[in-house]
């Protein structure tokens, strides 16, 4: 897994953040064992105390579990993963909506742009570079 950081924010915030993403989009599967809490830090670059306490909320969300001789799991609750998933992707279109807000663009205007930027990408919905 591939850690980024950045300055503006805690870093057990931000490990929350990319777990979550993680898990919505299918990197992390439901059910799949998560290494050791060491580990990740160590890939992350982070005190192990910081990833335990991002797992720890993690496991209050219900995104994980633990069992107390093999680790912790991706939960594999479906249905959660899914709301997970939907929270972020409107977290991202608010995100979206206020920058073009900030620019100027009306609603309608913001509509037409999604539209034709549809146009742009690829027949699978990726843009095209």
Known sequence: MEWQF????????QII???KLNIA???LAPGERLR???DMAMEAGVNPNTMQRALAE???DGLVYS???SGRYVTEETSMI???????AKDYVKSFMESMNRLGYSSKEIA???ENFEGEAGTNGNLKM
């Open 82 to 88: 899914e709301e997970t998933r939907k929270t972020i």
């Open 6 to 13: 950045v300055d503006n924010a805690p870093i057990y915030s």
């Open 25 to 27: 989009s299918g990197v």
């Open 17 to 19: 953040q990319q777990m």
């Open 112 to 114: 037409d742009i999604v």
């Open 58 to 60: 993690l496991e209050r």
């Open 36 to 38: 050791s809490v060491r």
């Open 67 to 69: 069992q107390r001789t």
